[in-house]
């Protein structure tokens, strides 16, 4: 029996259905291969592969960069200010801003200043943009989530396979042993020399030798099936671990929901939906701030500024003296000099306090900035704006299409598997039940090993066919779980 049918079925089923690709995995460090224990459950597998994954990591990233957008977006609403300082040197012949003479020494200048600006109206556009990142800032979380359940569904389907191919490695053992038994019988019955044909005992060599091929086959894919779940989680491969039998249960009866009531489910719990939507109102936003270019800008502003030069300089009083003038008195007839008394004055450099302080000058105002004609870029930029919005609407259609459409195939698909699954019930109990009393008629020697043979592949192929046939369906159930966001184990 071809071993290798169930790992076709399944590589079959992480196509169809997979979101997230196995590649989308970090690089992590050796301290992540103590988060596998002797037993790895479910829950833990899905825990792990969300905290590693590659594409988890990035829509966290994503959605980082949303909240800066957004926390950008009300800090618009604050007042700015800023500080402005300008020191200089200068030689050579220079006006000198004090005695508005020129002068040709150095000149050390500096000026300083800090202003402040308030946008009182701008087209409501600071207020628009909140609102537009905003949308955005909950649409990339709906993206993180969408991740985590794309993610958690590809652990279900990696985790089910380990299941499914431990549970065909139990099967192809009992297999065997059943086959070993015929074996040793007739080996004994030749050694008695009371065989009837040789051929049944060759040939029951041969199928067991085929029984132990089987079992190399499934123990090679259950180890498969493991690294492939590792691989998911990007943790060092266990060889091993054990892993609960008990982690999903299977119902016998048909799904409960329609394809329909599953599909209006969908679109109130499916995060891409819940994000697709948000980004047509961060898109529907995004156009009323383009428009908002259209009004006028209103904006309180402010300043205060300072200078400093080492040509300021000041008259300091040094003293008085009685100087001899040009003009004399006559007194009696004689002529006497006349002196006057002055006050003698310095130039002093004014200090750089004093400056700083008597220089300051202030100023506050209100400034409209009304747009006419700017190269019609706001024109063209509200075309654009609607635009973006009309593809984000077109994205929006096309994703509830296009989940419309996966939730029909994946009802169709888990009907198909309930159908078979009960079928193959059917199936293995009668193919057991007839190989029972073909392998009490061949104990008997009422029958050859070629009809012996033949019987015993029929059961073993409805068992296999049974095992892969429960997980399947486990799957087709999940899947339609995963549409209305209730994946549970």
Do not use: C
């Not at 299977?250 to 995060?271: F, G, K, V």
């Not at 003698?344 to 000058?361: E, L, V």
Request: charged letters at 15%.
């Amino acid at each position: 029996m071809n071993m290798n049918r169930h790992l076709s079925l399944f590589v079959g089923l992480a196509v169809l259905f997979s979101i997230t690709k196995v590649q989308g995995q970090t690089t992590i460090g050796k301290d992540t291969a103590d988060q596998v224990g002797s037993s790895l459950s479910l829950q833990q597998a899905v825990a792990i592969a969300i905290k590693h994954n590659l594409l988890v990591n990035q829509a966290d990233v994503t959605a980082q960069g949303a909240r800066i957008n957004y926390n950008q977006a009300w800090d618009y609403m604050l007042p700015s200010l800023n500080g402005n300082a300008n020191q200089a040197i200068s030689n050579g012949r220079s006006l000198n801003p004090y005695t508005y003479q020129y002068t040709n020494t150095q000149v050390n200048s500096g000026s300083y200043g800090l202003n402040s600006n308030l946008t009182l109206f701008q087209g409501l556009q600071i207020q628009n943009s909140i609102k537009q990142y905003g949308y955005a800032l909950d649409a990339s979380k709906m993206d993180l989530q969408q991740q985590k359940d794309n993610i958690t569904l590809n652990v279900l389907l990696a985790y089910l396979q380990v299941l499914s191919s431990r549970d065909l490695l139990v099967i192809a053992r009992e297999q065997a042993n059943v086959d070993a038994l015929q074996v040793t019988r007739l080996d004994t019955l030749n050694q008695a020399g009371a065989l009837l044909l040789l051929s049944n005992f060759t040939d029951l060599k041969g199928q067991y030798a085929g029984d132990l091929a089987n079992i190399a086959i499934a123990t090679n894919n259950l180890e498969s099936a493991k690294i492939s779940l590792f691989n998911i989680l990007n943790v060092p491969y266990k060889r091993d671990v054990e892993f609960d039998p008990s982690a999903f249960t299977l119902q016998l009866s048909e799904y409960a929901d329609n394809p329909d009531s599953i599909y209006r489910t969908s679109l109130r719990t499916m995060p891409n939906i819940k994000a697709a939507d948000l980004r047509v109102m961060s898109y529907q936003r995004a156009l009323s701030v383009a428009r908002g270019a259209y009004y006028p800008t209103l904006t309180l502003y402010g300043s205060i500024n300072t200078s400093y030069s080492n040509q300021a300089t000041t008259k300091v009083l040094t003293g008085t003296s009685n100087d001899l003038t040009n003009q004399y008195v006559t007194v009696s007839g004689t002529d006497y000099d006349v002196y006057a008394k002055n006050q003698n004055y310095a130039d002093h450099t004014i200090p750089f306090g004093d400056q700083f302080k008597n220089n300051k000058y202030t100023q506050f105002g209100l400034q409209l900035n009304v747009p006419i004609l700017n190269y019609l870029q706001v024109r063209n930029r509200v075309k654009q704006a609607k635009l973006n919005l009309k593809n984000q609407q077109l994205l929006n259609e096309n994703v509830r299409l296009v989940l419309q459409q996966n939730v029909e195939t994946a009802y169709q698909n888990m009907i198909s598997a309930y159908k078979q699954y009960k079928s193959y019930i059917d199936q293995e109990a009668s193919y057991s039940e007839s190989f029972r009393t073909t392998e009490i008629r061949f104990d008997e020697g009422v029958i050859n090993s070629d009809v012996y043979i033949q019987s015993k592949n029929r059961a073993d192929a409805a068992n296999i066919n049974l095992s892969q046939a429960k997980y399947i369906y486990i799957f087709r159930t999940k899947v339609l779980d995963y549409y209305q966001g209730k994946l549970t184990w």
